[in-house]
């Protein structure tokens, strides 16, 4: 059993976390304008559609075992006996459901799939829904093994990039990548579960006995239909554009929600990396607990404004980088992205850190069934005229109404504090309108897409963290703090 929690140091988690996020976001950052310029719109399009119907499976397949079982051994990982028992049920389970998953995919595939480009991806996607059997990784990270999960990743996508790089050349090259994509999660989540096995030591025998699933599937259950609400928002956006105006929208749709998940990705990295921690402080110290998150929801807010309030100034720039230009059509939705991503920050806390460590996934499930299907009713009013900006805001306007919701609730019935209305927001927000003149005033001497990008994110970030700094900033400080430590080792 590895060493105790405490003795953990929480700084080389955030910081191990960061750096594998980092890296997941710097590969994206290399290989997607590589990949969508050279498959183009209509095969990124069609890809991206396939993935969306295997989105639907992929997810009923996982049920909410990575969360579940993250919360649970996080909390129980002082006895090693009921950790084991945790483990073989919920791997148990998800062998059956993933198994079950994608029968129900093939015969979907045959039936429903008539696009012959489609139907071959998605037959090839197939292989995602066997990996899933063995995805552990929620073992991985309740021990905090993030050194490892960051080493394996860095190794296991470097290869892939170079096979991508030696092997996709030209629009015929599609099923070639997503062969990769494919290849690529299976290798990674079987080195996570051969990993897991070396902490949670059970044999074949051991592994499938003594089950008692009787006790997991009311908590999975809703954890699936918690997680299942979610295909009611971007996946159905995607489903709705694909439907009524071609698989080419979807590409325009996707290039700016892949850009805002690699950047919220990055900056999260300190929400999922202190999650196992805050679960023990629930349980045992609920001082630091209220601490703690007010910490986080602070840090994230000094990132996550400034970011949101950079992205959608320099759309335009992010846009032809990834794509080119042939994908300026995705432009406006990009700026809704990029100001939708100040509200997944807030989201990710809400969420995770407070009503899903309270054990509270039925409200969740209450309040993005009912969101999730006010965006569904949104994007059916507006199908006539869907566009992949429309599609967004009425996800978007949706999500706001769940925020709300769930500040109400936490705040009534919780009594945790979350520290979104502060002082300290307001000041974030404006240093960070600073970047509109900054912006323009560059724009206005006629920078090319690449030199505008590069001298207005530079300039931008000095002069937000220059005021910070200026004013002795909390946030700053501590981010100075960690810099040195990381340095120093």
Same mark, same amino acid.
């Given at each position: 059993?590895?060493?105790?929690?405490?003795?953990?140091?929480?700084?080389?988690?955030?910081v191990?976390?960061?750096? =594998?996020n980092?890296?997941?976001?710097?590969?994206p950052?290399?290989?997607?304008?590589?990949?969508?310029?050279?498959?183009?719109?209509?095969?990124?399009?069609?890809? @991206?559609?396939?993935?969306?119907?295997?989105?639907?499976?992929?997810?009923l397949?996982?049920?909410?075992?990575?969360?579940?079982?993250?919360?649970e051994? &996080?909390?129980?990982?002082?006895?090693?006996t009921?950790?084991?028992?945790?483990y073989?049920?919920?791997?148990?389970?998800?062998?059956?459901?993933?198994?079950?998953?994608?029968?129900?995919?093939?015969l979907f595939?045959?039936?429903?799939?008539?696009?012959?480009?489609?139907?071959?991806?998605?037959?090839?996607?197939?292989?995602?829904?066997?990996?899933?059997?063995?995805?552990?990784?929620?073992?991985n990270?309740?021990?905090?093994?993030?050194?490892?999960?960051?080493?394996?990743?860095?190794i296991?996508?470097?290869?892939?990039?170079?096979?991508?790089?030696?092997?996709?050349?030209?629009?015929?090259?599609?099923?070639?990548?997503v062969?990769?994509?494919?290849?690529?999660a299976?290798?990674?989540?079987?080195?996570s579960?051969?990993?897991?096995?070396?902490?949670?030591r059970l044999?074949?025998? @051991?592994?499938? &006995?003594?089950?008692?699933f009787k006790?997991?599937i009311?908590?999975?259950?809703?954890?699936?239909?918690l997680?299942?609400?979610?295909?009611?928002?971007?996946?159905?956006?995607?489903t709705?554009l694909?439907?009524?105006?071609?698989? @080419?929208?979807?590409?325009?749709?996707?290039?700016?929600?892949?850009?805002?998940?690699?950047?919220?990705?990055?900056?999260?990295?300190?929400?999922?990396?202190?999650?196992?921690?805050?679960?023990?402080?629930?349980?045992?110290?609920?001082?630091?607990?209220?601490?703690?998150?007010?910490k986080?929801?602070?840090l994230?807010?000094?990132?996550?404004?400034?970011?949101?309030?950079?992205l959608?100034? =320099?759309?335009?720039?992010?846009?032809?980088?990834?794509?080119?230009?042939?994908?300026?059509a995705?432009?406006?939705?990009?700026?809704v992205f990029?100001?939708r991503?100040?509200?997944?920050?807030?989201?990710?806390?809400?969420y995770?850190?407070?009503?899903?460590?309270?054990?509270?996934?039925?409200?969740?499930?209450?309040?993005?069934l009912?969101?999730?299907? =006010?965006?569904?009713?949104?994007?059916?009013?507006?199908?006539?005229f869907?566009?992949?900006?429309?599609?967004?805001?009425c996800?978007?306007?949706?999500?706001?109404?769940?925020?709300?919701?769930?500040?109400?609730?936490?705040?009534?019935?919780?009594?945790?504090?979350?520290?979104?209305?502060?002082?300290?927001?307001?000041?974030?927000?404006?240093?960070?309108?600073?970047f509109?003149?900054?912006v323009?005033?560059f724009?206005?001497?006629g920078?090319?897409?690449?030199?505008?990008?590069?001298?207005?994110? &530079?300039?931008?970030i000095?002069?937000y963290?220059?005021?910070?700094?200026?004013?002795?900033?909390?946030?700053?400080l501590?981010?100075k &703090?960690?810099?040195?430590?990381?340095?120093?080792?």
């Open positions: 059993m590895p060493v105790s929690l405490m003795a953990k140091s929480l700084v080389h988690n955030v191990a976390k960061g750096v =594998l980092l890296f997941n976001t710097l590969l950052l290399i290989v997607t304008p590589y990949i969508y310029r050279i498959l183009g719109p209509q095969n990124m399009g069609d890809i @991206e559609y396939a993935l969306t119907f295997f989105s639907y499976f992929g997810m397949g996982m049920l909410g075992i990575y969360q579940y079982g993250l919360r051994i &996080s909390a129980n990982r002082m006895n090693p009921k950790v084991q028992d945790i073989k049920n919920l791997f148990s389970i998800g062998l059956v459901s993933n198994t079950a998953c994608l029968g129900l995919y093939l595939i045959t039936l429903v799939i008539e696009n012959p480009a489609i139907k071959t991806v998605s037959y090839i996607l197939c292989g995602n829904l066997i990996s899933q059997i063995f995805y552990v990784e929620w073992v990270e309740a021990f905090e093994e993030f050194r490892f999960i960051t080493l394996k990743t860095i296991i996508r470097t290869l892939s990039i170079i096979f991508i790089f030696t092997l996709i050349k030209s629009p015929d090259d599609a099923l070639i990548y062969m990769i994509t494919v290849g690529v299976i290798v990674n989540y079987l080195a579960y051969f990993y897991a096995t070396k902490t949670i044999s074949f025998k @051991e592994t499938f &006995s003594g089950l008692n006790s997991y009311v908590p999975l259950l809703m954890i699936l239909v997680n299942n609400t979610g295909i009611l928002y971007t996946i159905a956006d995607r709705f694909g439907y009524a105006t071609g698989t @080419e929208n979807v590409a325009f749709f996707t290039i700016g929600q892949k850009i805002v998940e690699l950047t919220k990705t990055l900056l999260l990295s300190i929400v999922f990396a202190t999650l196992p921690r805050l679960s023990l402080y629930l349980k045992e110290d609920k001082q630091l607990y209220q601490a703690g998150i007010l986080i929801m602070r994230v807010l000094a990132l996550i404004i400034p970011t949101g309030i950079g959608f100034l =320099l759309s335009e720039q992010i846009i032809w980088l990834f794509g080119g230009n042939e994908y300026y995705a432009i406006p939705a990009m700026r990029a100001l991503i100040i509200l997944l920050g807030v989201d990710s806390i809400l995770s850190q407070i009503i899903f460590l309270h054990n509270k996934e039925k409200r969740l499930v209450l309040y993005n009912t969101c999730g299907l =006010l965006n569904v009713l949104l994007n059916w009013a507006f199908l006539s869907l566009t992949p900006c429309i599609s967004i805001l996800t978007l306007a949706s999500e706001i109404i769940f925020t709300t919701l769930c500040l109400l609730y936490i705040r009534k019935h919780l009594k945790v504090k979350v520290g979104i209305f502060q002082f300290s927001t307001l000041k974030y927000l404006l240093v960070s309108l600073l509109v003149p900054i323009f005033t724009r206005s001497v920078l090319s897409n690449l030199y505008m990008l590069v001298v207005s994110c &530079s300039v931008c000095l002069t963290f220059l005021v910070l700094a200026i004013q002795k900033d909390t946030v700053y501590e981010l &703090s960690y810099a040195f430590r990381i340095f120093n080792r």
